[in-house]
Structures are given as C-alpha cells and as structure tokens.
C-alpha cells in the first residue's frame, strides 16, 4: 500500500523559511512524479512544484519560482520542498502527491500543477506566513 506522509508546516513570519518533507512507503513504480499542492481556504488546491523520478526535473509554479526548491533523497524515499522568503499569501495547508499516470509523465512540464493526474496524496500540513 502507497502511503505519503508530509510533515513540516508551522508559523513562520513574512521573510523567513520552512522545509517541507514527504515521506513515501510502499512504492514499487520505477518511473513517477511527486508534486506538492497547497490550498489555502476558499480557494482551489494549486499546483506549487514537481520532480521526476526518471531524472530529477523539476518543475515550479510562477507564484514560487526563485523562492522554493524541491528536491529529493532516493535512500531516504523522502521529497522535500524548501521554501524561502514566505509570503503571507504562501499560507495554506500543503499536500504532497505521487502520479504514476503516463500521460502525466510525458508532459510533465505542462500538466504538473493538475491534481487530477496525482493517484496518492498526503494528508496535508499546514503552513502560515504571518505578516
């Protein structure tokens, strides 16, 4: 059984940082993407970033590019997302996800930020950004 476990959320202020972390057990798929969504109340869950497993591309939205990195360790079958200079805005509860769909994984670069791809997800972990 796939299980996802993220962790890592907290109160931080405006400026500062949070690293992220999804633990992944069960999984026997060579090939797959773990992304990380965010969904802050009232609005639809977001797609924030992706890696492939094939070769370690990684993806970012516009909202956080040049702020957070996401990045994985293979021995450990852990994600992290480490995330910079927080904005209130960053505040919401963040999912990690794993997709083995491959027509997800054909054009990753276009469809990462759709959930409707990811098969397993985290049970979520709240971040706020206070200002």
């Known amino acids: 059984e796939v299980q996802l476990v993220d962790s890592g959320g907290g109160l931080v202020q405006a400026g500062g940082s949070l690293r992220l972390s999804c633990a992944a057990s069960g999984f026997t798929f060579d090939d797959y993407a773990i992304g990380w969504f965010r969904q802050a109340p009232g609005k639809e869950r977001e797609g924030v970033s992706c890696i492939s497993s094939s070769d370690g591309s990684t993806y970012y939205a516009d909202s956080v590019k040049g702020r957070f990195t996401i990045s994985s360790d293979n021995a450990k079958n852990t994600v992290y997302l480490q995330m910079n200079s927080l904005k209130p805005e960053d505040t919401a509860v963040y999912y990690c996800?794993?997709?083995?769909?491959?027509?997800?994984?054909?054009?990753?670069?276009?469809?990462?930020?759709?959930?409707?791809?990811?098969?397993?997800w985290g049970q979520g972990t709240q971040v706020t950004v206070s200002s």
């Open positions: 996800a794993a997709s083995v769909s491959s027509v997800l994984l054909l054009r990753l670069w276009v469809l990462f930020t759709e959930s409707r791809w990811y098969d397993y």
